[in-house]
């Protein structure tokens, strides 16, 4: 039978939309983390900016390579590995918690993240049926997004409720297993059980065969150094860096920038603003596929631009009640950046879309390199000054909707008198 006639797969969907909401589960949540992981280990800015580093440099490394082991090894022994890789980054951390063994942990957690990106796009695209997969995409994205949202507030409910729940089996057998200097790693054997029941139901699922487009598989290593030598190429890389390095950047440091600033808890208001940056964000996301239909994306792209850059200085300087609004704001003026860039980098190059897509992937390591440069600058000049990076991220996400001239745009509803 010919992949391109099966029938839908509702399970497979579901398994790789409870997928999507595991992996946002688990990446989103540093930002509420980072404060308490501060002040545990007594980290400077630098120190602490090391640990998304260590998270999403894992994208960096292992985008390209895991598309080679997917087309190899298959879907269901992949998805195995990046679950396992993770498993074993959440209970390295839920044991032997410090900072070296928190930079491993979240490394490897990282390569397990990482490698279930590749793996679950082509399979949504085949279990789900190719004519819907972009509503199932955009339906991913909001469970995604959903998922962002709801972790900070399971964080701060942990960590708020600590003592208070003394008659709560749940939080008494938390209390139990975790190491009482580090209560913030009570969140990582809820990681871990997530994860080896993930393990478990990919492990008795089975899985359709998928065939890669022609056009979808990786190419050899002469193909990515031909699109490497492309400025081009290198410019959109770029773009998806900024992005990644912005979305990032404003999530790792916002609840300590309230702290700093504003004198805000940060497990009460910081992790209520980050779930709303996550909330506000998805909401984005829907909004946006309504407006994909009416403008051009690369107007939108400059508009949401230069909304982005207004909110962050109402963000910085503003004072607190706007700060309160602006922070978490910032989550829907750059939601729409992402699948804008991406479609535009794709839709201008002619072929070779398969590795064209690792190489964008690997633009997801400014998500380790922007908050690493945030924190060295807020060493040497305050928290402040550091943030203000994200202005020249942005400055280059709004000049990418000046110069790019994809192929094909994106198709508008005409309206006719």
Known sequence: MEIHRMKRNYYMVSLVFMTFFVISFITNILGALIPDIQRSFRLSYSMVAFLPFSFFIAYGVMSIPAGVFVERSGEKRSMLVSFGVAVAGAMLLCLFAGYGVSLASLFLIGIGMAMLQVVINPLLRIAGGEEHFAFNSVLAQLLFGLASFISPRIYAYIALNWEANAGNWSMALLRKVTNPAYTWTA???????????????????????????????????????????????????????????????????????????????????????????????????AVNLLLLKLFDSRKLLIFFSVLSILVLGVALWGPLEYALIAWPAMGFTISIMYSVIFSLALNSVPANHGSFSGILCTGIAGGAAVPLLIGWVADQAGLRTGMCLVFVCLAYILSIGFWARPLIANKTIQFTS
């Open 187 to 285: 969140l990582y054997w809820i990681f871990l059980l997530v994860l080896l029941c993930m393990v478990l139901i990919v492990a008795v699922s089975k899985f359709p065969r998928v065939a890669l487009n022609e056009d979808e598989r990786s190419g050899s290593a002469a193909t990515y150094l031909v699109l490497l030598r492309t400025p081009l190429v290198r410019m959109y890389f770029f773009g998806i860096f900024c992005y990644v390095g912005t979305e990032q950047g404003i999530s790792d440091w916002m609840a300590e920038m309230l702290h700093r600033y504003h004198g805000l808890d940060t497990l009460k208001e910081g992790a209520n603003a980050l779930s709303w940056y996550w909330g506000l964000m998805t909401a984005g996301c």
